[in-house]
């Protein structure tokens, strides 16, 4: 009964995601609406597309479209409470396409709205998690539909004598097509740049002066950069020593002391911050069964990462 209960789940997800997947294509032609200067919106639509600072999204009638802006100053917030009420703080990184929610905000001189709060419904976040990570196969199915049908319906003009304008229409039509899903997929997709590796002692969580040392070095590195697009991943790791749910507590911890020291030092924007995690013991980076091994394993990965819709 299980199995049946959770193929009857995987279905319904595929479904909606195939819906939202075609919804998403259809408002690809909205042009977002001007938001004045200075004039306060309040609004409820899904998320169309996400880059590093920004999101386009549509209304939940398909009548309006926002282009909304991101700042360090947004608070993103779940709702526990009912309808956008009360709920818990969570990153930027966490408005996924699909995602319902709701925004309030105030627009700039370049008519995007400039959100102030986003807030949106835990159950709604699960299912755009679960969304996103089955997105890319149903894309395919979906392109792969539309070729099918395509074809079909070229075959039965050329019957009808129609065959010049039915190929201008078809490759028309197709080239709109790849371009909204070379928008759509590459917002969504990232490119490694560089990643900087920050040691940690044995059992410690405590930032060292030579971690600080190489932090402070990758940071005067990127000030040279274009870093247009650019996202940053933060990872802690653990050796082999002790119990796997501590070496998992302690990654984390290690992670969270990068994360400070890269907020209060060096003034990282958190709304470019992926989600932080603690990998305890998983992927070391060398062998645990000797000493200079561990010492390796003992470490914070921070991966700096672009987005390659913004990069082109």
Not at 89 to 103: D, I, P
Not at 140 to 147: L, P, T
Not at 215 to 222: G, H, P, R, S
């Amino acid at each position: 009964m299980k199995v049946k209960l959770q193929n009857i789940c995987s279905v319904a997800v595929i479904v909606f995601a195939t819906v939202v997947v075609c919804t998403v294509t259809t408002f690809a032609q909205l042009e977002p609406r001007q938001v004045m200067s200075g004039e306060k919106v309040k609004a409820l639509g899904l998320i169309n597309t996400r880059d590093a600072d920004s999101f386009l999204m549509t209304s939940v009638d398909g009548a309006v479209r926002y282009h909304v802006r991101l700042t360090d100053e947004t608070s993103v917030k779940s709702n526990t409470k009912g309808v956008f009420r009360g709920g818990t703080n969570y990153g930027s990184t966490y408005l996924l396409r699909g995602l319902r929610v709701e925004v309030e905000g105030t627009g700039n001189d370049k008519g995007e709205l400039v959100a102030k709060s986003v807030r949106f419904n835990e159950t709604d976040l699960r299912t755009a998690q679960s969304l996103e990570s089955r997105m890319d196969p149903v894309e395919q199915q979906v392109a792969s539909n539309s070729g099918r049908i395509t074809a079909t319906e070229e075959n039965a003009k050329r019957m009808s004598g129609q065959i010049e304008e039915t190929t201008a229409i078809a490759g028309e039509a197709l080239n709109s097509a790849a371009r909204a899903n070379t928008r759509i997929n590459g917002l969504d997709e990232f490119d490694p740049i560089k990643t900087i590796v920050v040691p940690f002692a044995t059992g410690s969580a405590s930032l060292g002066p030579k971690g600080r040392t190489i932090i402070d070095e990758a940071a005067t590195w990127v000030k040279t950069q274009n870093t247009n697009g650019w996202m940053v991943s933060v990872i802690g790791y653990a050796d082999s020593s002790g119990k796997s749910a501590a070496n998992r507590t302690l990654s984390e911890k290690r992670a969270n002391a990068v994360i400070g020291y890269l907020v209060s030092k060096h003034n990282l924007p958190l709304h470019r911050l992926i989600q932080p995690f603690g990998a305890g013991v998983d992927k070391p980076a060398a062998s645990n069964d000797t000493a200079e091994g561990r010492a390796q394993n003992r470490r914070v990965e921070i991966n700096l990462l672009v987005n390659k819709g913004v990069a082109g």
